[in-house]
């Protein structure tokens, strides 16, 4: 079975450009979360869908981050502009039912220069 | 009090040791629990459900102490290969069931 699929892999850029980091979650699961991870903060969940719709984004840390899931097998997180403390590693999960655990993609590792 | 607390580490350990990790939460009304191991650069991976009556696989044992809110992740005859660090997560009650993961503990098994 597929897991949760991420993409790009890594990704280099210049502040200020906007990036796209895209999630196709496993087929089935009906919620999806996207984290942050950095050595001083740890994971930090940024943004929970619930069936496509946003249930909470409260860890969505400012106005230049945004996340959308148009449906229930694709979601994008977009940074723009882009900044040199956006530099982490974004993973995205999925899971099927509250009580059951979240399944992660391998992660986007984001370098802002 | 931080809602998922757990101790960092490192644990060092000898191969063949029992270590014993505790994660300890605040939401007296959490509804699930899990462990997950992380390895260096890598996605968080489940490693297993913990269970009320507390469960086992193979060599790891959970546990759920609703009174005290801790959960514990138990290891014995610790192998080189579970050197990671060791994540802890609780769900919140609600419809929503939003995680919070712990900031992980870290074991290092030595020869």
Redesign the interface.
């Known amino acids: 079975d597929a897991g949760v699929i991420q993409s790009p892999r890594h990704e280099v850029t210049e502040m200020g450009q906007e990036v796209t980091l895209r999630c196709k979650p496993i087929s089935g699961h009906n919620s999806l ?1 996207w984290y942050r991870q950095t050595m001083m903060r ?2 930090e ?1 940024l943004i ?1 869908f ?1 069936n496509n719709v946003p ?2 984004d409260s860890g969505m840390p400012e106005d230049r981050f945004s996340a959308k899931m148009p449906n229930a097998s694709f979601s994008t997180l977009k940074i723009q502009p882009s900044e040199p403390r956006d530099s982490a590693v974004y ?1 995205c999960a999925s899971r099927t ?11 986007t590792r984001l370098s802002i220069l | 009090r931080k809602e998922v607390e757990q101790d960092p580490g490192p644990f060092n350990v000898p191969e063949g040791a029992t270590v014993a990790f505790n994660c300890t939460y605040s939401n007296s009304a959490s ?2 629990f ?1 462990w997950y191991r992380q390895d260096c650069r ?5 490693l297993m ?1 913990v269970y009320s009556s507390g469960n086992e696989d193979g060599r790891f044992t959970a546990q759920l102490n609703r009174a005290s809110q801790y959960i514990s992740l138990l290891i014995r005859d610790s192998k080189l290969s579970d050197s990671a660090t060791y ?1 802890c ?1 609780v ?1 919140g009650k609600g ?7 712990g ?2 503990t870290s074991l290092i098994v030595h020869p």
């Open positions: 979360f740890g994971l969940l929970y619930n249930i909470d993973f039912g509250g009580g059951q655990p979240q399944h992660f993609g391998d992660g | 509804q699930s899990f890598k996605e968080p991976k489940l459900s994540l997560v769900n419809g929503s069931y939003i995680p919070t993961f900031r992980g």
